[in-house]
């Protein structure tokens, strides 16, 4: 495979319910993760749900950060693709775990890219049947 991009998928447990629960500290987190890892934000949305829990999305030069928030299980999901040598996705995602206090955190981690010429991708995509 020729690597374009690398996605970080990561489950933060055990997260501060105030930090998590607020949009305003989560927006600042993003923005500190994203100065951090060294990728260019060109447009962010950030929502907060009612009774609870917080979503943001960065669109970045690079890619994409996105955060979605469970405060009432301190569960956060984080992802973070970029693409290009420049970017550090680690360290956004080692700043969004600070900044959120969490206690655990279990991440995934995607090589992105096209086949070698010639070949086909190992891993086919299977449809789910729409009901």
């Known amino acids: 495979m020729t690597t374009i991009g690398l996605h970080l998928i990561c489950e933060l447990s055990g997260c ?5 629960g607020s949009v305003d500290a989560v927006r600042e987190a993003m923005l500190r993760a994203a100065a951090v890892a ?14 609870s829990g917080v979503s943001g999305l960065l669109c970045i030069a690079e890619s994409h950060i996105s955060v979605h928030t469970w405060p009432e299980t301190g ?9 290009g040598d420049r970017a550090m996705p680690h360290k956004a995602i080692q700043t969004l775990a600070r900044a959120f206090g969490a206690k655990d955190k279990e991440m995934t981690e995607f ?16 449809e789910a049947a729409v009901r």
């Open 75 to 83: 569960y956060a999901a984080v992802d973070v693709y970029t693409c």
């Open 38 to 51: 060294n990728v260019t934000v060109l447009n962010s949305y950030f929502h907060k749900f009612s009774p």
């Open 111 to 126: 090589s992105r890219g096209l086949p070698q010429s010639g070949s086909r991708f190992t891993h086919e995509v299977r």
């Open 16 to 20: 501060d319910v105030a930090q998590i």
